[in-house]
């Protein structure tokens, strides 16, 4: 199944109990071959509305910060962990999240990217697969099998708690780094091959080279 076929298959999801209130499924935006993708915790009022992901206030200071590191939306992709808004803008419950999860983890897989930036508590820790605060691992780069992890603060959170705001345009800055690593050409060629996927591998996408900056592993 490719990215537009998962899609179509969650057009009308009754899977569990958020579908009885959303306007629509928010299946995710960009660029379906992005080598950098990031991961939010659910719809808002305004995802709900237009079924895209990040477009109201959260999603114009993701822009100025992408902005901020030479990135655009065209560039990545942006999902949710959760796809579909929950009342009141509530926390998604465990059940949801296991729910959905699998949806995140087919996105994943068809994207392919090197990268995926998680937003916030619920995306970190989906993906982790572990319980673990998002200011103890904010701006930390862990090596998952297929991919990096690189956990972010959400903006929306930055935009309730002005003492954010700074954290997490170091972090930003920090990504850029790590960008800046990926996208240099290797001198010596690895020999070591990574880790294989469930999928062949596309062509095009080249195993990417470690960032500057020591891995994480949990």
Do not use: W
């Amino acid at each position: 199944m490719d990215l537009t076929e998962l899609s179509t298959s969650l057009h009308n999801c009754q899977r569990c109990r958020l579908s009885s209130g959303r306007t629509q499924v928010v299946f995710g935006t960009g660029n379906p071959q992005a080598d950098i993708m990031f991961v939010g915790e659910a719809p808002g009022f305004y995802e709900d509305r237009q079924g895209e992901p990040f477009v109201g206030a959260a999603g114009k200071l993701l822009t100025e910060l992408l902005q901020s590191v030479g990135l655009s939306r065209a560039d990545i992709f942006i999902a949710n962990v959760i796809k579909c808004r929950p009342p009141n803008n509530r926390d998604p419950l465990p059940d949801e999240i296991d729910t959905c999860k699998p949806f995140l983890l087919q996105q994943i897989e068809c994207i392919r990217p090197k990268l995926v930036c998680t937003l916030g508590n619920f995306a970190t820790q989906t993906l982790l697969e572990k319980k673990v605060g998002i200011t103890k691992v904010r701006g930390q780069v862990i090596q998952l099998p297929n991919f990096i992890v690189f956990p972010l603060l959400h903006p929306a959170a930055a935009l309730h708690q002005g003492n954010l705001r700074g954290p997490l345009m170091e972090d930003f800055q920090k990504l850029k780094s790590v960008l800046d690593g990926m996208n240099q050409p290797t001198a010596i060629p690895n020999e070591v091959s990574s880790p294989s996927r469930s999928t062949s591998p596309r062509p095009e996408k080249e195993t990417p080279s470690e960032p500057p900056i020591q891995m994480t592993l949990f």
